[in-house]
């Protein structure tokens, strides 16, 4: 700690996003031990998945989306003073089940269009089991902007505000400050408006929002729009990769990110076996949880609390299975 740190207190901030669109991984070529970006994203970065297991697609509709980052805007909104940690431990656990019971559904009515080339995977009951949940990234990945297609058009107005829910979601923004005594506090900085690019990094007036409007840092409006792919007078970009994201983060000084990701988690090479799945989701699992005051390890009362809530579900979806496999067999 500096010596004006330990004088007047020390105060980082801390970044929490929601990522909607498509999501393509680097699975097999992870970052090196020796890079910054692994050391950040392993001790600084908290990650929700929705998909969880390496090399799954994510299953849902645009449609969703706008009500999904209301929701947790306002969960967010609802402790202003506090650390994040259980906000997003509590909505892994809300969403859980219900996005179990999608996937359940879709297998059943033998949707393989909804769960695309991975369907097969999704008859893995682990891997149902595993769905939103923390996780980690150990490796860049590719996110993409669209509904159906880069090339299609965006010519009405309805289409239009249902782009704007799609990308960067930036859903609440608060620094933490410690004092010279060691209490710990947080201040909200920044509340949404209704208007989802404005609090959205696709887009050119998000950017220039979050960084002008919230934050005060006109200066750094320029650099941020050339990290995050601007070019001329694009207003929108179309895609984004975690490295890119990653270099805004430093550029601004963010200490610490809730990073929740509602993208596919399919592997850039191909469809890969399970067992290597089941390899990364391990080392990921170690990762989730942080060490640092960022993310307070689970106290045994409520482990034992979430795990009563895992075993109830685990049980409501092994009936759904049931009930599936007799449905085939007639």
């Known amino acids: 700690m500096s010596k004006k740190e ?3 207190g020390k105060k980082e901030l801390i970044f929490s996003i929601a990522i909607m669109g498509h ?23 908290r990650v929700y998945s929705r998909a969880c297991v390496p090399d799954l697609e994510s299953v849902g509709d645009v449609d969703e989306f706008k009500d999904m980052v209301s929701d947790i805007q306002h969960r967010f909104s609802e402790v202003p003073e506090n650390e994040t940690a259980s906000i997003v431990s509590t909505y892994a656990d809300d969403e859980r089940f219900e996005y179990q019971k999608k996937i359940i559904y879709n297998l059943a009515h033998h949707k393989q269009s909804s769960l695309g080339p991975r369907f097969d995977k999704f008859n893995v009951f682990e891997n149902i089991e595993r769905a939103s949940n923390l996780s980690a990234f150990i490796s860049n990945k590719e996110f993409s902007f669209h509904i159906n297609s880069p090339e299609e058009k965006v010519n009405t107005k309805g289409k239009k505000e249902l782009y704007k829910t799609i990308g960067v979601h930036v859903v609440d923004i608060r ?3 410690t004092s010279p005594s060691g209490e710990v ?10 208007d989802l690019s404005n609090s959205n990094l696709i887009y050119r007036n998000g950017v220039t929002f979050i960084l002008q409007e919230v934050l005060r840092r006109p200066e750094l409006v320029e650099p941020a729009l050339r990290f995050l792919g601007f070019e001329g007078a694009t207003e929108r970009v179309m895609t984004l990769s975690l490295e890119q994201i990653y270099e805004f983060f430093k550029l601004v000084g963010i200490s610490y990110v809730n990073l929740m990701d509602f993208t ?6 191909g469809v890969m076996p399970q067992s290597i799945s089941d390899q990364f989701y391990t ?5 989730s949880v942080k060490k640092s005051a960022f993310g307070k390890r689970i106290s045994n009362k409520k482990r034992n609390k979430s795990n009563k809530r895992s075993n109830k579900n685990k049980k409501q979806i092994k009936r759904s299975e049931k009930k599936k496999q007799r449905n085939n067999k007639k």
């Open 23 to 45: 999501g393509c991984e680097h699975l097999l070529r992870p970052w090196k031990k020796d890079m910054p970006i692994l050391r950040y994203f392993m001790d600084n970065v």
């Open 175 to 177: 620094i933490k400050k």
């Open 283 to 287: 080392i990921e699992q170690k990762l």
């Open 6 to 8: 330990k004088e007047e």
């Open 185 to 194: 506090t947080y201040e909200k900085l920044f509340t949404p408006s209704s």
């Open 264 to 269: 596919c988690r399919a592997c850039s090479v």
